[in-house]
């Protein structure tokens, strides 16, 4: 049918619209749009008309005021025949639009069609063309398709890979542009972990099509551990590559065949393949229809938001002035949603692909020879949820080999793998053996150096915290080892080839290398996101961080540790605060008149207990006499007992915080030291080349000059490292905790500064793609919960028997005291118990030498007695006292010698001073002697009279000693006379002073004195030194000239 003729009986058919709303005067505007459609037949042409009659007499898709038309051709024998006919039969309709309905193999009419109307941007709409290339917009750029391009089964694939629970897949895909995109596709889904695991593509092949076999590219997945293989291809070379993976045994139990919808229908496909088959891939007519409703709709949008169209061009040769317009209509058709539609949910996305396409999933069964399609699943779109679903019947799957009935795992576990270390303490030691069987212990397990040069291997004997993990994830797995320690040493770094490739070295290097087999590392590796784009590692076995090893400063000896409170300064002023505080009392003590207001009764303080009042105040030793008695002295004592009641207390709490958070000097604070940051010439920090932790520094690029520094400074190993800090080559040695903790414990001359920085951890690193890496992670997880780990940690870095585990690990330290904390206050009194010791023994030496030099000069004196003139009173006072008497008497201007008229005139002065008759007391009744001063009947020598000195109480209080009485010069006893009269006259002295004579005042202090002297032999008193001073204040006020 011609479209004059279609378009008359469109417009017979419409006449009745137009009439009614001329009878009821409305004006209303009407626009007339044209469809296009290139078609296959006549029947395709016949329901394209009636399908455009139905959409214009819905009441929904079309305006009031506009109508569609069709304009439709049948395809021609060549794209060029075809892109002629465009031009000749549609644009010169002024089609807005044209449908294309292409059998299948039809994409060169469909690409001509698209080529045609997209040079004038009409948009274009496929019903049946799948083909990816029509995805690129720069060269279909007006072209949609309400079919989905073989691409977007990606899409399902990864949802039918997760359902079934593989996440290790292998891809085939041919080198067509259909094969690439689809890798492209599945590759970018498969990465994506929103919600769950993605999907890992182990191993990608890509063919070239028509190849006459595929053995070569089958043989190298034949020996490998993932089972689960996609295959995109044609229904030809999908024939081949069956026929070949039957032939390898390819088929058999254990596989998973996921094929395309093409090559689900191969001659030979697989039995127990799954595949996909498009839903409605064969209603053509579903397609117009829902193609043709989308365009109504479009228009429809067109008509309300533009009061104004331009109308398309009507020629191939007229100038391209539709752009805007056909632009226009493209988005609003690609931006249409047919929710109802007879294929399901038509939309389109950004290349105007469909979306929202709904597949079968199809399992292959055998019949005898006979294959067979059988739906066991669909994937469809949902209006309750809005969203893609897909349902699988599992119980339904025959699987390759025919005798599963649950899905197979999807890959096959070596049961023996190569694992490689490398020496790290405490982690993995390693000692040269000759034979294996020189690892006799039970953690012990032999280990293989293999040269990279010679080939040859070196036996070895390992053991550590890395090898006591292996072994027990291998008693789990039940899989056996071989175990190879790193050929150069090394972790692994990337370098750049000749040839402009990088590559690792190192244990990463020989993991990545097929050629050494090698399946896992098992060694403290920590993981970082370079090394992670290069192996599989596990879930962390060991946390840890980044920290700074230095050598300790040496502090200061805790024998002193007491005087830390205190700064050397303040101990200083309180010394000297002490002692000036006793001279202050005794100045205060000793000018204060109290003491002559008391009646003679009380002593003033001497110097020496005014510093043991002093001392015995800061120390709180308590005091039982030496106090100070004037009102001035007790004020001021009771301030300086203030100040030392808060000078006691800072101490004791300062001390307590010194011994109870004692830590450590540091020379550095942490990683924001300044001296890290801002390097100095003189300061050296480094860590270990190629490393981990070099890969994190050179990372932070607010640490890039702290990095150029130290990379000038980096070693090779951690032991070299390690061993420049106790050489003090290097001050800082950066790396990870775990070592260094090991080591600050194990040497008291290390330690650890700064808070942990960089947290990472250590990972088992496997091969990507290791069928190993879920149940490793999985009993690393299940090692944690249980406590295994922790247990390794205490085992062989917290070590019970570390040296210095109380300075870095033991948190307990000081908050209980030990010897080790207050050992300076027991030496402080083994000091004390010294010091008395040396000083009693400087004393009694002193003594002797005293004695023996008094001694001589008693021997040198002559004796004038005659050999016998006293009665030896004065021997009962002992040597020292005679001589000391002697001193004192000879210093006096006094003649103290009698005549004895039978021994003649004698110089003893004990006798002189000390008659042997008794007297009686004053006022006694029967007494020689009257009042003071009253003049004695003795026998005296001539010129010389005899003065009664009177009485004193001396000694213990019911003891009455009677001071003797003195024959003096005449004229000396009226000197004496003198002097107590001024004594009574003197307002200056107290009354109880003035009943008393001079020399009743220094014969009670000789009284004292020998006394004193006849005990222990010791030389003098404090109450000999205070009545001496008394008695010498006395005679500057009594005004006596001529006594000593």
């Known amino acids: 049918m011609s479209w004059s003729l279609a378009a008359g009986m469109m417009g017979a058919l419409l006449v009745w619209p137009l009439l009614m709303g001329a009878a009821l005067g409305a004006r209303l505007p009407s626009r007339r749009f044209n469809i296009g459609g290139v078609l296959p037949d006549n029947r395709t042409q016949e329901h394209f008309t009636k399908a455009l009659r139905r959409i214009n007499f819905d009441g ?134 929103d919600d769950d695991k993605g999907i890992k593509l182990v191993s990608v092949i890509e063919f070239t099509p028509g190849q006459e076999s595929y053995l070569e590219e089958l043989g190298s997945l034949r020996e490998g551990l993932v089972k689960v293989i996609l295959l995109y291809a044609s229904e030809r070379d999908a024939d081949t590559l069956f026929l070949d993976a039957t032939s390898l045994n390819m088929t058999e139990t254990g596989y998973v065949w996921l094929v395309s919808e093409e090559a689900l229908h191969a001659k030979h496909v697989l039995p127990g393949a799954l595949g996909l088959q498009l839903k409605y891939a064969d209603r053509y007519d579903d397609h117009i229809t829902d193609s043709l409703k989308v365009v109504a709709l479009a228009l429809r949008r067109l008509h309300e938001e533009h009061e104004t169209i331009t109308e398309p061009p009507v020629s191939c040769d007229a100038e391209d002035s539709w752009d805007l317009t056909g632009r226009t209509l493209f988005r609003l058709i690609q931006e249409e949603v047919l929710t109802n539609g ?342 050296t920090f480094a860590t270990v080349r190629g490393s981990a932790v070099d890969m994190f520094f050179r990372r932070k690029t607010e640490w890039a000059n702290m990095y150029r520094v130290m990379e000038a400074h980096n070693y090779h190993t951690v032991d070299e490292a390690i061993q420049a800090v106790r050489d003090g080559t290097l001050q800082a040695f950066i790396w990870e905790s775990s070592r260094l ?53 205490k085992l062989w870095i917290w070590k019970e028997d570390a040296n210095c585990r109380d300075d870095t690990q033991d948190l307990n330290f000081s908050k209980r005291l030990g010897l080790k904390n207050l050992e300076g206050i027991f030496i402080m009194i083994a000091g004390g118990v010294l010091s008395g010791t040396f000083l009693v023994l400087a004393e009694i030496l002193y003594d002797r030498w005293g004695k023996r030099a008094r001694g001589k000069e008693e021997e040198e004196r002559p004796n004038n007695d005659g050999g016998g003139g006293g009665d030896g009173e004065g021997d009962s006072d002992g040597e020292v006292g005679r001589n000391l008497r002697r001193e004192i008497i000879a210093k006096l201007p006094l003649p103290y010698q009698t005549t004895s008229p039978t021994h003649g005139v004698s110089s003893d002065a004990d006798d002189a001073f000390y008659p042997t008759e008794d007297v009686g007391s004053p006022g006694e009744s029967g007494g020689t002697c009257g009042a003071s001063g009253e003049t004695c009947n003795h026998n005296c020598p001539a010129g010389a009279q005899t003065q009664c000195s009177g009485w004193s109480s001396v000694g213990a209080e019911d003891h009455k000693t009677r001071l003797p009485t003195l024959c003096l010069p005449e004229d000396q006893a009226v000197l004496l006379q003198d002097v107590e009269e001024r004594l009574r006259t003197n307002p200056n002295i107290p009354d109880e002073w003035k009943a008393r004579t001079p020399l009743q005042w220094f014969q009670y202090y000789l009284e004292i004195l020998r006394r004193d002297a006849a005990t222990d032999g010791a030389d003098s008193s404090p109450d000999a030194v205070s009545l001496m001073e008394g008695f010498v204040d006395f005679v500057k006020e009594s005004g006596i000239k001529d006594l000593p």
Not at 483 to 497: A, H, N
Not at 589 to 614: I, T
């Open 60 to 193: 929904e898709s079309v305006a009031d005021q506009t109508t569609l038309y069709e304009v439709t051709t049948t395809l021609q024998g060549s794209p060029i025949a075809t892109a002629r006919q465009v031009c000749k039969t549609l644009i010169t309709q002024a089609v807005y639009a044209v449908a294309v309905a292409s059998p299948p193999g039809g994409s060169m009419t469909t690409a001509a069609v698209s080529y045609t109307c997209g040079f004038y941007h009409i948009p274009v709409i496929c019903t049946h063309s799948r083909d990816s290339a029509f995805s690129n917009k720069n060269i279909h750029v007006s072209l949609l398709r309400t079919v989905p391009p073989y691409s977007h089964q990606a899409d399902v694939w990864v949802r039918l890979l997760k359902h079934l629970q593989y996440h290790q897949v292998i891809l085939i895909h041919s080198s067509d542009t259909d094969g690439r995109a689809l890798y492209r596709r599945f590759h970018s889904l498969a990465r994506r972990r």
């Open 342 to 683: 007879r294929t399901g949910k038509v939309a389109f996305d950004a290349n105007g692909d469909r979306t929202h396409a709904e597949y079968y999933v199809i399992n292959v069964h055998t019949e005898g020879d006979a294959r067979s399609l059988h739906p066991v699943g669909q994937y469809f779109y949902s209006k309750a949820g809005d969203r893609m679903v897909l349902e699988v019947n599992k119980s339904g799957v025959v699987w390759p080999g025919g005798s599963l009935t649950t899905a197979p795992p999807g890959f096959s576990l070596p049961m023996h793998l190569a694992v490689v270390t490398i020496r790290e303490t405490p982690f993995v030691y390693a000692e040269p053996v000759e034979e294996e069987g020189d690892c006799s212990g039970e953690d012990e397990v032999p280990c293989y150096l293999i040269s990279t040069t010679t080939g040859e291997s070196e036996g070895f004997c390992c053991w550590g915290y890395c090898i006591d993990l292996l072994l027990t994830v291998a008693d789990i797995n039940n899989f056996t080892f071989s175990l190879y320690l790193s050929p150069d040493g090394q972790y692994g770094e990337v370098e750049e080839t000749l040839e402009g490739r990088k590559e690792w070295t190192g244990m990463i290097g020989a993991l990545q290398n097929a050629s050494l087999g090698l399946d896992m590392i098992m060694a403290p590796l920590t993981i970082s996101p370079e090394r992670s784009q290069a192996l599989h590692f596990t879930k962390p076995f060991k946390y840890h961080g980044i920290t700074i090893l230095v050598k300790r400063v040496r502090v200061a000896p805790a024998l002193v540790s007491i005087l830390q409170p205190f700064h050397g300064t303040l101990w200083l002023f309180l010394l000297v605060t002490v002692h000036v505080i006793a001279v202050i009392i005794w100045l205060l003590d000793r000018f204060s008149p109290v003491y002559k207001l008391d009646g003679g009764e009380a002593d003033s303080l001497v110097l020496s207990e005014s510093f043991w009042f002093s001392w015995s105040v800061i120390l709180n030793s308590g005091l039982a006499e030496g106090t100070p008695r004037c009102v001035s002295g007790r004020a001021l004592g009771i301030v300086w007992a203030g100040f030392a009641m808060i000078m006691v207390a800072s101490y004791t709490a300062n001390l307590a915080a010194f011994l109870v958070l004692d830590s450590p000097v540091t020379t550095l604070s942490g990683i924001n030291d300044a001296r890290l940051r801002n390097p100095l010439e003189n300061f």
């Open 741 to 793: 903790e090991f080591e600050a414990a194990q040497d008291c001359d290390l330690m650890t500064v700064g808070d942990l920085f960089g947290r990472s951890g250590y990972g088992i690193g496997l091969q990507k793609g290791s069928p190993w890496a879920d149940k490793i992670t999985l009993d690393i997880l299940d090692l944690h919960e249980r406590g295994y780990i922790e247990d390794l940690d």
